[in-house]
């Protein structure tokens, strides 16, 4: 069975790279120290507050996590239609947002607003705006800035940096299918 941690902002991708780099080691993280521990390596975790708010609620049948900031907003405010149209990371106006499914995303204009409002299924991130690499680890990783990205068959595919989304790429089917099986467990914890 697949052990989840729920971590946030730094100390999420602190983790996440400790286990990148010790991939096939034993990772512990030792909270009393802030220390990640792989082997014989100790891994300062950075001082921070917990910035994100990791937002569980119901979403039909099933249980939802998002990436949500401590205002509600997803994907660190940048523009969700701007990654399908323009294919890059535009930050949106807070003058322009909309709210589906109790996370607020921005826009940069009224017309991706309008177009996102047709269809929000659509253009919502997978795995909760999470690092879409982590997930396939089991990691729910805060990707700093989301602008290592994918839309593939249709789908938004945010990761935590360019490294994770090279990874990701690699076999992106096989990844998508184990991010797919953890996803639905993490979700459902």
């Keep these: ?41 100790a891994v300062p975790l950075p001082k921070t507050s917990s910035q994100n708010v990791f937002l569980e609620g119901e979403q039909g049948t099933g249980t939802t996590k998002q990436n949500i900031d401590s205002q509600g907003v997803i994907l660190k405010g940048y523009d969700v239609v701007a990654f399908f149209k323009e294919r890059k990371a535009v930050k949106g106006s807070s003058e ?12 940069t204009s009224a017309a ?42 249709g789908k938004l595919y945010v990761c935590g940096n360019q490294g994770a989304l090279k990874d990701f790429k690699k076999d992106i089917d096989s990844n998508i299918d184990k991010a797919n099986v953890n996803w639905r467990q993490i979700a459902s914890q």
Excluded: H, W
């Design 112 to 153: 991706n607003k309008a177009e996102f409002a047709k269809d929000p299924a659509k253009y919502v991130p997978q795995y909760g705006a999470f690092c879409a690499y982590g997930v396939t680890v089991g990691v729910l990783a805060d990707p700093e800035v989301p602008d290592a990205f994918l839309v593939y068959k």
């Design 1 to 41: 069975m697949l052990s989840v941690i729920r971590l946030s902002g730094r100390i999420a991708t602190t983790f996440f790279y400790a286990t990148l780099l010790a991939a096939s080691t034993a990772v512990t993280i030792d909270l009393k120290s802030q220390q990640v521990l792989a082997r014989d390596l």
């Design 96 to 107: 322009l947002s909309a709210t589906y499914q109790s996370a607020t995303y921005l826009f």
